[in-house]
Antibody, heavy 120, light 112 residues
Framework: QVQLVESGGGVVQPGGSRRLSCAAS????????MHWVRQAPGRGLEWVAF????????FYGDSVRGRFTISRDTSKNTVYLQMNSLREEDTAVYYC?????????????WGQGTLVTVSS | EIVLTQTPVSLSVTPGQPASISCKSS???????????LYWYLQKAGQPPQLQIY???NRFSGVPDRFRGSGSGTDFTLTISRVEPEDVGIYYC?????????FGPGTKLEIK
């Protein structure tokens, strides 16, 4: 059974840091590129970051580039999002997902999300 | 960055009636490999999004055949032939031809 479980959310002060984790089971993150997508309260979906299946290619959205870093630990089958210099506008539910990454046919894996609140 | 616009912002539909959502892209989503990378997601209340349609017109596994995707280039449409109560939620289009991936602003479907 495929599962993605995000953790690490919480309340953090502006300028602070937080690391999110996404533990995968039922499939190997080495087979898929993995994404972080966020959703501010009452707002739409915003793509945040991507790490390729080989762990080499990494891409970021304009609003987080230079502040956020995506990484992974294949031995733990876990993807991470290190968030630094947090701003109030980073407040959102952060989802881990394979999004459009696929092996042949499409799969649709999403976690339930973890809420990050940036507030003083 | 590719900008996706969706219309309408919301729609209220009687069960059994059709519904249609438009998604327009600021650039063509036709890739040199011949595929068009436009997707439709449905997000139900309190849940993560779920894939409905991939590459314009392909229904994802388990999606009822009342859902149909169409379009090409920069103009796309999601049509539900007969809306059911379980179809309520917010529909997002998404493109994956370019980084950054971008989503449309969403269309909220409600039942009358």
């Amino acid at each position: 059974q495929v599962q993605l479980v995000e953790s690490g959310g919480g309340v953090v002060q502006p300028g602070g840091s937080r690391r999110l984790s996404c533990a995968a089971s039922g499939f190997s993150i080495s087979d898929y590129g993995m994404h972080w997508v966020r959703q501010a309260p009452g707002r739409g979906l915003e793509w945040v970051a991507f790490i390729g299946f080989d762990g080499i290619y990494k891409f970021y959205g304009d609003s987080v580039r230079g502040r956020f870093t995506i990484s992974r630990d294949t031995s733990k089958n876990t993807v991470y999002l290190q968030m630094n210099s947090l701003r109030e506008e980073d407040t959102a539910v952060y989802y881990c997902t394979n999004l459009d990454s696929r092996i042949g046919t499409y799969s649709d894996y999403w976690g339930q999300g973890t809420l990050v609140t940036v507030s003083s | 960055e590719i900008v996706l616009t969706q219309t309408p912002v919301s729609l209220s539909v009687t069960p059994g009636q059709p519904a249609s959502i438009s998604c327009k892209s600021s650039q063509s989503l036709l890739h040199s490999d011949g595929q068009t990378y436009l997707y439709w997601y449905l997000q139900k209340a309190g849940q993560p999004p779920q894939l409905q349609i991939y590459e314009v017109f392909n229904r994802f596994s388990g999606v009822p055949d009342r859902f149909r995707g169409s379009g090409s280039g920069t103009d796309f449409t999601l049509t539900i032939s007969r809306v059911e109560p379980e179809d309520v939620g917010i529909y997002y289009c998404m493109q994956s031809i370019h980084v950054p991936r971008t989503f449309g602003p969403g269309t909220k479907l409600e039942i009358k």
